[in-house]
């Protein structure tokens, strides 16, 4: 059965912080890795991973595959507090239907 | 930009009833997806469509559930006779299919309360 882990579940920060979300996972026919913000309802995309080690970069977001470790990171520098949410990593596997994690839940504080 | 739209946005119905859920998937998408979630709980796969037939179906999708592309652009999510336990969120996900495992893009979901 595929399974997505992450960490923390849940984290707050100050505002201008640092995070590193992490995801690690475990599936067969490994097709992606995704990252999505829940804020309210649905899940927004923010990126897609296919390739170890190619960092992909936006704006403040940034993250990394390494297939050979199963993870993923997903770094925000100078947090916001419009970066709270729910950060939710999912898996693409057989039939690219996606398995996803419970999400890291992050606060941002004034 | 092109977006999933799914209605209604809530829908309250008693426990037996059949309820009809109902998503327009971006137009030039190619497969779609059920997805729920429970409060508090995962996001959860329960179907793909492709061509006018399911791919996939996980555990939670049984005999009660059911979808259908009656047009061009619906895609339905039904459940014959809702039980107490189908209370939750229902995103409707769609991507165009031009490549294995590239992004699926979801719409605003529709909570579902049976009481």
């Known amino acids: 059965e595929d399974k997505v882990v992450q960490s923390p579940l849940s984290l707050v920060v100050h505002e201008g912080d640092t995070v590193t979300l992490n995801c690690s996972y475990e599936?067969?026919?490994?097709?992606?890795l995704l990252w999505y913000k829940q804020e309210k309802k649905a899940p927004t995309f923010l990126f897609m991973l296919?390739?170890?080690?190619i960092e992909k970069k936006s704006g403040r977001l940034s993250s990394i595959l390494d297939k050979k470790e199963l993870f993923s990171i997903l770094n925000i520098t100078a947090t916001q507090t419009g970066d709270s949410a729910v950060y939710l990593c999912?898996?693409?596997?057989?039939?690219?239907?996606?398995?996803f994690g419970t999400g890291t839940r992050l606060q941002v504080t004034l | 930009e092109p977006e999933v739209t799914q209605t209604p946005s809530h829908q309250v119905t008693q426990m037996g009833q059949e309820v009809i859920l109902r998503c327009v998937p971006i137009?030039?998408?190619?497969?779609f997806y059920w997805y729920r979630q429970i409060l508090g709980q995962k996001v959860e796969f329960l179907v793909s469509?492709?061509?006018?037939?399911?791919?996939?179906k996980s555990e939670i999708f049984d005999d009660q559930f059911s979808v259908e592309r009656p047009d061009g652009s619906n895609f339905t999510l039904k459940i014959r006779s809702t039980k107490l336990e189908d209370s939750a969120m229902y995103f409707c996900?769609?991507?165009?299919?031009?490549?294995?495992?590239?992004?699926?893009?979801f719409g605003p979901g529709t909570r579902l309360l049976v009481l």
């Open positions: 996900a769609s991507r165009t299919g031009q490549t294995q495992g590239e992004t699926q893009y």
């Open positions: 599936v067969t026919n490994f097709r992606s």
């Open positions: 296919t390739s170890s080690g």
């Open positions: 999912a898996v693409a596997g057989t039939a690219s239907k996606l398995t």
């Open positions: 137009s030039n998408h190619l497969y």
């Open positions: 469509f492709y061509n006018n037939e399911i791919s996939e």
